[in-house]
């Protein structure tokens, strides 16, 4: 069978690409076996040789170039469809987007991008019922002297990072020896770089070497359209899983995480949490109270809190965990509409407009962190009924507001992303993040068994699967990113999917709870990143198991880590190796990312954690006191040590026990 590649390379010393006839290389495309289906994919041995009698610096492009006539592209962690290229453009936030022509920044007809800026070392493209894709190793090592590509398992010392790309102009996804981020670096979505020089960026060959890598194709009839990514990641995570290193345990983390947040972020006249404490650096701490009642601060640290201290048996951190929750009940609801202010401050008191605010297209209260309070303080309610104590007054709370948030749905039956500050009415919609108040809603159905709105509740679930979940698109899930493709509005559809399933018993909600994680772990690392810059470097910090925020904040957040009851939710209902596999990682992943000693991140005390891991180029922002580029965050943030506390202390807890049974 041929294989359909375009190959060209730029020279250090080229302005662009050429065709790889007019330089010094040579490629030979060896086929080996496999049928190019997602389980047996085409393996081809490809050899790239310098012929020269110098050396050769530049970069090698290989593009995969079917016939295709309206394709849509995933580089899982990085772009998805046309990253929403159809979507207005000239917004806050900015990320790439795939347009065709000659479109306005951010946009482009193509992407050329680090390996390390995806989950998965894969390009995928689909136009009408193909899938066409490749795959090959992430970056080069240097074994013996020689130039070897890595693979799980292999030994050698780092050498260089590889590259993906996509193309409208093309029709292609491809590979590159060497990589560039072109036409643009993305550090964050206000901080964007054009095209670099060459140089620290290019392979190097020295006279009449060669290097041999194996290539890996795909082309396949996808019945499945979109959703053929889930099952595509889930082949690659077979080939090129390397699990987290060990970490903490569950207990000794609980407590590090849950004991920092109480001693270092509590603020007891205000009943809630810091939203963020800096370390400036001669040593001393910049405290940033960004109230929130979830999202970044509130409940999002204080039932996580609340779920450790029942764990653990410490009465303190209970008592800090019921008084935000108490707090938040008791005074923050707006008489105007009958719903709960998202944020407080001294000058302002309650209100609507938190520090997200003016990023926002259209102002109001927000289905998100709205739906959110809901389900947190039900969790929190079951959670410490389960523990003999009876909160009757947060039941009440959350009855009075769930159903206004149902009179808001629209004709899809979609809650709203947005609503009026004075009737709460819904003002904007097409957003996944408010799923939240569906979640919210089954929730409240558990409790009190009224079960007339679950016709309506599965509409709407209908809607928000087939809007973003089949379409492996999601996004409107947190605030400040103007709706850019995100894996965090997943999280409250994975949320609602289980309690639908528990609801009804229907089989369809453990498919889509499933396509709904798959989508997530398309962010989620398969293999550990060789980070070149400390503490993580320093560290031998893992990127597997950690999932990145959105295609405009391209940094690892610990957010996925509360979806672990989740994961266990599916597994007692039907087993699942790849499921667990991931569950292990997602887990393992979170007891190896905060301090467990003073400053062994290189800031700050025990338990402290940023929400910011930075796994490659993107928001290396933080510096070290000479100035030098850090590769976390030197803050302590609440909501990111309750994302970990989340997965531990909930199912997970005892669900450790039970396979500690099963392996006597």
Sequence with gaps: MP?????????????????????????????????????????????LTNTADAPWQGVVKMEYRPAVQNPQFWLPGFLYGTNRGDAPIRVDNRYPRLRTGDPEFPASPWWMVRADRLSHPAAFMLDGCRWYGLAAAPYFVRRNGKLK??????????????????????????????????????????????????????????????????????????????????????????????????????????ALLAGAVARDAWLPDDKNYIGITKEKPDGSYEKNKIFSISWTNGLSAAVPNLLAALRLGDETIRAQSLACIDNIVQNSLDPRCGLPNETWDPDHGWSCRGWWFDGMYTGGHSGYLIGQTLYYILKAYRAEAAHGHDHPDWLAFVQGVVPRLAAARNGDEEYPFTLSEQTGAGLEYDSLGSAWCLAAEAALMQLTGDTADLPAMERSEAHYYDTFVRRAVCYGGPLDTNKTVDSEGVLAYIRAARLLHELTGRAVYLDHLRDALCYEYSFKFCYNVPVQVPPLSRLSWSSCGGSI????????????????????????????????????????????????????????????????????????????????????????????????????CGDWWDYLKEEAVRNI
């Design 3 to 47: 294989l359909q590649l375009h190959t060209t390379a730029r020279a250090v010393t080229s302005d662009d690409y050429a065709p790889l006839e007019t330089t010094p290389l040579t490629l030979t495309a060896v086929y080996k076996h496999g049928f190019s289906t997602l389980d047996n994919p085409a393996v081809w041995e490809m050899t």
């Design 149 to 254: 590509p890595w693979q799980p398992g292999a030994k050698g010392e780092f050498a260089q990072f590889a590259g993906f790309t996509c193309s409208l102009e093309n029709g292609s996804v491809g590979y590159t020896l060497g990589y560039e981020n072109a036409p643009y670096l993305f550090v964050q979505s206000h901080n964007i770089k054009p095209r670099a020089p060459m140089g620290g960026n290019c392979l190097t060959l020295a006279a009449g070497e060669s290097v041999t890598f194996p290539l890996y194709t795909y082309n396949i009839y996808a019945v499945d359209g979109p959703r053929t990514l889930y099952a595509a990641l889930e082949q690659i995570y077979a080939q090129w899983h390397t699990p987290p290193r060990r970490g903490a345990s569950p207990a000794q983390a609980a």
């Design 549 to 648: 925020t959105s295609v405009a904040n391209p940094h690892i957040h610990p957010m996925s880590c509360t979806v672990a009851d989740e994961m266990i939710y599916y597994l007692k209902h039907r087993p699942d190796a790849y499921i667990e596999s991931r569950l292990k990682d997602t887990v393992g992943w979170s007891l190896q990312t905060f301090n467990t000693f003073d400053r062994e991140y290189d800031y700050g005390r025990a338990g402290w954690m940023s929400e910011r891991f930075c796994h490659c180029e993107g928001l290396l922002v933080q510096t070290y006191p000479d100035g030098s580029p850090a590769s976390t965050w030197f803050a302590l943030m609440p909501w990111a040590c309750g994302s970990v506390l989340e997965g531990l």
